[in-house]
């Protein structure tokens, strides 16, 4: 705050008096301000921090009544009695609602995966352009490791490749199906004849148990990383300088515990948001990523999720299809703090305002529970081109709470009254229209609601069951009418836990992939988030009845039988064959057996452009 010069505070104690406006800090108001505004309240207006303060409340504690000061903060005016709102805010700025949800085209995809059925929804929703460094840099790790004569990285000195990749994610899906079997038995080789009743689960004819293991070996140290700069190791984070980040920014590696995993994070916002356009309405909420038993970076326990311990994600879903296609991992305070939007709006705001952030302008609808509902959130999307219905239990700053209590104190008993106070933001010259309701539910608890779209105008009815009052066997329907507002809150606002239910339900991919490594364990829980939105799109695409089960089974195979990996198979077999007879005719030289036909798999020791085929035109 800027200090006032001597001649003006002599001045300033007689221009209170009479009520002039004194600038300080480039505010304007009847009077200097308090000495020290805190961060919090630095989204009220400083003549709203002064009278508060001298009053004894607190900004920052429950509201007072709709004509109170709080209620005009952020630049909203309350009405001062019951109000209904007729028409949708929306129509006025000329918004449709009739967008749907759908997948980018397939010419966005590579060229063999654009006729699939499930694998060209699951790339959608993960970041490809990545698999091509991550497997250079397997090959270079391993190779650098089984270097020894007669001891190769993988069978025949092949290298990693992208296709290779996506046959070992195949491998996972298909262990989905057969839950209840180690992995060691998916590579046992069943004599049917001696046990007719058993169940052949081979995957040696897609990739040998050897190659598997060798692969996972390296997976989470190969993960791409953003460059450090000054020459500094990947491999030791203790030596690492700094990392360039998205937009520019730098992340320090050196007391960073996400920067191996960052680069994979922000590859996959930008990969989903560019690979999927949503509906209309949008649903911000939390997701879990279960922890396993051992080192997980910013590990929480959140006692009302179904797995409480471990790490928590902001996740956005299509509130139409159910698709998960934007998400932000939760991390230190610290961390927190130097992201975008946390200077002007704290956490809670400003982690809304990042996951909406593609979606600026569009005018479309984001959904919100307590955690991220405040009167502050409302305006800010409002401000972004963004309409909002937000759920305020404990943000309740700038929220006329005390006037909702007093207008539902009416009729205290009356189960789907819905009271609405209306108010209008002041943002320059342009005003802008939002309001806050509350709808008692069925349990007569009311439901809180800022929003910035839709009616108060009744929308049907809201149907519930109660236990019978003489027989304890049978339950009794009832109805309670619903508004608008409350109806289209109440009806999407669970899109986001149904994702996290098909995701982590009786069979899960820490199931089948058990590690107690938390790279690996976050992206397997990547790719399960991938294959539940491969299943939402077929289920959204196709006509009949589509099933996860069905859907995994699709994708397995898919994901087994990749055009990139059968490409490369088909090539290793041309470049075989040439080599056939030339083998055999150097063999008869030797003093062998003559022109033998050497084995298909012998001569693909030496295919392709490794050293083997170079040392055999040498000789």
């Given at each position: 705050?800027?200090?006032?010069?001597?001649?003006?505070?002599?001045?300033?104690?007689?221009?209170?008096?009479?009520?002039?406006?004194?600038?300080?800090?480039?505010?304007?108001?009847?009077?200097a301000?308090?000495?020290?505004?805190?961060?919090?309240?630095?989204?009220?207006?400083?003549?709203?921090?002064?009278?508060?303060?001298?009053?004894?409340?607190?900004?920052?504690?429950?509201?007072?009544?709709?004509?109170?000061?709080?209620?005009?903060?952020?630049?909203?005016?309350?009405?001062?009695?019951?109000?209904?709102?007729?028409?949708?805010?929306r129509?006025?700025?000329?918004?449709?609602?009739?967008?749907?949800?759908?997948?980018?085209?397939?010419?966005?995809?590579?060229?063999?995966?654009?006729?699939?059925e499930?694998?060209?929804?699951?790339?959608?929703f993960?970041?490809?352009?990545?698999?091509?460094?991550?497997?250079?840099?397997?090959?270079?790790?391993g190779?650098?490791?089984?270097?020894?004569?007669?001891?190769?990285?993988?069978?025949?000195?092949?290298?990693?490749?992208?296709?290779?990749?996506?046959?070992?994610?195949?491998?996972f899906?298909?262990?989905?199906?057969?839950?209840?079997?180690?992995?060691?038995?998916?590579?046992?080789?069943?004599?049917?004849?001696?046990?007719?009743?058993?169940?052949?689960?081979?995957?040696n004819?897609?990739?040998?148990?050897?190659?598997?293991?060798?692969?996972?070996?390296?997976?989470?140290?190969?993960?791409?990383k953003?460059?450090?700069?000054?020459?500094?190791?990947?491999?030791?984070?203790?030596?690492?300088?700094?990392?360039?980040?998205?937009?520019?920014?730098?992340?320090?590696?050196?007391?960073?515990?996400?920067?191996?995993?960052?680069?994979?994070?922000?590859?996959?916002?930008?990969?989903?948001?560019?690979?999927?356009?949503?509906?209309?309405?949008?649903?911000?909420?939390?997701?879990?990523?279960?922890?396993?038993?051992?080192?997980?970076?910013?590990?929480?326990?959140?006692?009302?999720?179904?797995?409480?311990?471990?790490?928590?994600?902001?996740?956005?879903?299509?509130?139409?299809?159910?698709?998960?296609?934007?998400?932000?991992?939760?991390?230190?305070?610290?961390?927190?703090?130097?992201?975008?939007?946390?200077?002007?709006?704290?956490?809670?705001?400003?982690?809304?305002l990042?996951?909406?952030?593609?979606?600026?302008?569009?005018?479309?609808?984001c959904?919100?529970?307590?955690?991220f509902?405040?009167?502050?959130?409302?305006?800010?999307?409002?401000?972004?081109?963004?309409?909002?219905?937000?759920?305020?239990?404990?943000?309740?700053?700038g929220?006329?709470?005390?006037?909702?209590?007093?207008?539902?104190a009416s009729?205290?008993?009356?189960?789907?009254?819905?009271v609405?106070?209306?108010?209008?933001?002041?943002a320059?010259?342009?005003?802008?229209?939002?309001?806050?309701?509350?709808?008692?539910?069925?349990?007569?608890?009311?439901?809180?609601?800022?929003?910035?779209?839709?009616?108060?105008?009744?929308?049907?009815?809201?149907?519930?069951m109660?236990?019978h009052?003489?027989?304890?066997?049978?339950?009794?329907?009832?109805?309670?009418?619903?508004?608008?507002?409350?109806?289209?809150?109440?009806?999407?606002?669970?899109?986001?836990?149904?994702?996290?239910?098909?995701?982590?339900?009786?069979?899960?991919?820490?199931?089948?992939?058990?590690?107690?490594?938390?790279?690996?364990?976050?992206?397997?829980?990547?790719?399960?988030?991938?294959?539940?939105?491969?299943?939402l799109?077929?289920?959204?695409?196709?006509?009949?009845?589509?099933?996860?089960?069905?859907?995994?089974?699709?994708?397995?195979?898919?994901?087994?039988?990749?055009?990139?990996?059968?490409?490369?198979?088909?090539?290793?077999?041309?470049?075989?064959?040439?080599?056939?007879?030339?083998?055999?005719a150097?063999?008869?030289?030797?003093?062998?057996?003559?022109?033998?036909?050497?084995?298909?798999?012998?001569?693909?020791?030496?295919?392709?452009?490794?050293?083997g085929?170079?040392?055999?035109?040498?000789?």
């Open positions: 705050m800027e200090r006032l010069e001597e001649g003006e505070a002599e001045r300033a104690p007689l221009e209170e008096e009479r009520g002039a406006e004194v600038e300080v800090g480039g505010f304007v108001g009847e009077g301000p308090p000495s020290e505004v805190s961060p919090e309240e630095a989204f009220l207006d400083v003549q709203e921090c002064t009278l508060l303060h001298e009053e004894g409340l607190d900004p920052l504690e429950d509201s007072v009544e709709a004509n109170g000061s709080v209620g005009n903060a952020f630049g909203v005016v309350w009405s001062e009695e019951k109000g209904e709102v007729a028409v949708d805010p129509a006025e700025s000329g918004t449709t609602t009739r967008l749907r949800g759908h997948a980018s085209p397939s010419s966005y995809l590579p060229e063999p995966f654009r006729e699939t499930a694998l060209q929804f699951f790339l959608r993960f970041p490809f352009e990545l698999l091509t460094d991550w497997a250079k840099e397997i090959t270079r790790r190779r650098s490791k089984y270097n020894k004569p007669g001891d190769t990285f993988l069978s025949y000195d092949r290298d990693c490749t992208p296709g290779l990749l996506l046959r070992v994610f195949g491998c899906v298909y262990m989905l199906l057969f839950p209840g079997h180690s992995r060691k038995s998916f590579w046992q080789v069943v004599d049917i004849e001696k046990d007719p009743l058993a169940v052949q689960l081979c995957l004819k897609y990739i040998s148990r050897r190659d598997f293991d060798r692969i996972l070996e390296f997976f989470a140290d190969s993960v791409p953003y460059t450090a700069e000054r020459g500094a190791r990947m491999d030791r984070p203790e030596q690492a300088g700094a990392c360039k980040g998205p937009r520019g920014t730098m992340h320090t590696l050196h007391g960073d515990p996400h920067w191996e995993l960052r680069r994979f994070w922000d590859a996959w916002n930008v990969h989903a948001t560019k690979h999927y356009t949503p509906s209309w309405l949008v649903v911000v909420d939390e997701s879990m990523l279960k922890w396993m038993g051992r080192y997980m970076p910013s590990r929480m326990f959140l006692r009302q999720k179904p797995d409480p311990l471990g790490r928590e994600l902001k996740t956005v879903c299509d509130g139409l299809t159910g698709v998960c296609f934007r998400m932000e991992p939760v991390e230190n305070a610290e961390l927190m703090k130097g992201k975008q939007f946390y200077s002007d709006f704290g956490t809670t705001t400003a982690t809304t990042r996951l909406m952030e593609p979606l600026f302008g569009s005018g479309r609808v959904l919100g529970d307590s955690w509902g405040s009167v502050k959130t409302c305006c800010a999307l409002l401000d972004r081109g963004l309409f909002s219905i937000l759920n305020v239990k404990t943000a309740h700053r929220f006329p709470r005390a006037t909702l209590e007093r207008l539902l009729d205290p008993h009356q189960r789907g009254l819905t609405c106070v209306p108010g209008e933001v002041h320059g010259r342009t005003r802008r229209k939002i309001k806050a309701t509350a709808h008692r539910g069925p349990a007569g608890v009311p439901l809180c609601l800022v929003s910035s779209c839709f009616t108060t105008q009744p929308a049907g009815t809201l149907k519930y109660v236990k009052p003489t027989d304890t066997t049978h339950l009794l329907a009832k109805e309670i009418p619903v508004d608008e507002t409350s109806q289209v809150y109440r009806s999407r606002y669970g899109i986001v836990d149904q994702h996290n239910r098909l995701r982590t339900g009786s069979v899960t991919f820490h199931d089948v992939w058990k590690t107690h490594d938390f790279r690996i364990r976050e992206f397997s829980e990547l790719i399960g988030l991938a294959e539940v939105n491969t299943f799109l077929m289920r959204a695409k196709g006509t009949g009845q589509v099933r996860q089960k069905h859907t995994r089974k699709v994708l397995a195979k898919e994901l087994l039988e990749n055009a990139w990996i059968m490409a490369e198979l088909e090539l290793e077999r041309q470049q075989a064959l040439r080599l056939r007879p030339l083998l055999a150097m063999a008869g030289e030797e003093g062998g057996i003559g022109h033998r036909l050497v084995s298909l798999e012998e001569v693909m020791k030496y295919s392709g452009e490794g050293t085929a170079k040392k055999i035109i040498q000789r």
